[in-house]
């Protein structure tokens, strides 16, 4: 077995993880550490991380006070190899603050796998209190968000845009009902490395069938490239959605989007 051998599906749910929720330090003399922290319940996640690593670790836990309660419970993996962090370092998980700049791995790796460990890491499955079925990620790196959307898209064929928020300038990505069905479906498969309160979420999601009373889905009308130029060309958001046969109230979101995109690109 090689250490973060990312073809191995372990390997590669381990190392989206840790590139999601974990931390590399640096101190002198080649001194440092990689350490995740997790709330207590998840302790099994950190063991089954232990067992994989073929370096010295330590899992210890302690109890603290945080904006959420007064005495949270955590456990925290730490290993100290710098052979281990010179691994990590070359796969792609950065010192110190990482979670703008990464991105999914440059060499061969076992997808379902690694986005899998991305979305427990930084994501949520479950439902929503209208009781929609639907799988997240908040991410605040644009090769991450990227890479879901094309991935879903090409193994799935769910078309998928996103923007960064304005608030906190991250990517929310969400799959809602049909699509939330299939993405948990597909990426909780069973015998894979997880998190078991969110392997638990996904096959109560990808259970979910469409009530009677809520109708079927309608088809969603994609927008072309030249749909895109008619609209930014277009005087006036009515006579753009004259042109293209479609409500004021989508040529107008369209347009924002467009827009957005742009300006995220610039900056």
């Given at each position: 077995?090689?250490?973060?051998?990312?073809?191995?599906?372990?390997?590669?749910?381990?190392?989206?993880?840790?590139?999601?929720?974990?931390?590399?330090?640096?101190?002198?003399?080649?001194?440092?550490?990689?350490?995740?922290?997790?709330?207590?319940?998840?302790?099994?996640?950190?063991?089954?991380?232990?067992?994989?690593?073929?370096?010295?670790?330590?899992?210890?836990?302690?109890?603290?006070?945080?904006?959420?309660?007064?005495?949270?419970?955590?456990?925290?993996?730490?290993v100290y190899s710098l052979e281990?962090?010179?691994?990590?370092?070359?796969?792609?998980?950065?010192?110190?603050?990482?979670?703008?700049?990464?991105?999914?791995?440059?060499?061969?790796?076992?997808?379902?796998?690694?986005?899998?460990?991305?979305?427990?890491?930084?994501?949520?499955?479950?439902?929503?209190?209208?009781?929609?079925?639907f799988v997240s990620l908040a991410?605040?790196?644009?090769?991450?968000?990227?890479?879901?959307?094309?991935?879903?898209?090409?193994?799935?064929?769910?078309?998928?845009?996103?923007?960064?928020?304005?608030?906190?300038r991250a990517y929310n990505i969400?799959?809602?009902?049909?699509?939330?069905?299939?993405?948990?479906?597909?990426?909780?498969?069973?015998?894979?490395?997880?998190?078991?309160?969110?392997?638990?979420?996904?096959?109560?999601?990808?259970?979910?069938?469409?009530?009677?009373?809520?109708?079927?889905?309608?088809?969603?009308?994609?927008?072309?490239?030249?749909?895109?130029?008619?609209?930014?060309?277009?005087?006036?958001?009515?006579?753009?959605?004259?042109?293209?046969?479609?409500?004021?109230?989508?040529?107008?979101?369209?347009?924002?989007?467009?827009?957005?995109?742009?300006?995220?690109?610039?900056?």
């Amino acid at each position: 077995m090689t250490f973060m051998d990312l073809e191995d599906p372990r390997y590669a749910y381990m190392f989206g993880f840790l590139q999601a929720d974990g931390h590399l330090s640096a101190g002198t003399r080649q001194r440092g550490r990689l350490s995740v922290e997790l709330s207590y319940r998840d302790i099994d996640i950190l063991r089954a991380f232990q067992e994989l690593c073929p370096y010295n670790s330590t899992i210890t836990e302690r109890t603290r006070a945080t904006n959420f309660s007064e005495s949270h419970r955590s456990a925290i993996w730490n290993v100290y190899s710098l052979e281990a962090r010179n691994r990590l370092v070359e796969l792609g998980l950065p010192y110190g603050k990482k979670s703008t700049g990464i991105t999914p791995p440059r060499v061969p790796f076992s997808r379902s796998d690694y986005l899998r460990g991305v979305i427990d890491a930084d994501g949520a499955v479950g439902f929503t209190a209208q009781g929609l079925p639907f799988v997240s990620l908040a991410t605040t790196s644009t090769a991450i968000a990227t890479y879901l959307c094309r991935y879903t898209k090409l193994t799935l064929g769910i078309h998928k845009l996103t923007s960064r928020n304005a608030r906190d300038r991250a990517y929310n990505i969400m799959y809602m009902r049909e699509a939330g069905v299939a993405v948990a479906d597909h990426l909780y498969h069973p015998g894979g490395l997880a998190l078991e309160r969110k392997r638990s979420a996904a096959a109560e999601v990808s259970a979910w069938v469409r009530p009677a009373h809520m109708g079927a889905s309608r088809p969603t009308r994609r927008w072309t490239l030249t749909e895109d130029r008619v609209l930014l060309d277009a005087p006036t958001i009515a006579e753009a959605a004259e042109k293209l046969g479609r409500s004021e109230q989508s040529c107008n979101l369209r347009r924002w989007r467009l827009r957005k995109k742009a300006q995220d690109q610039a900056d």
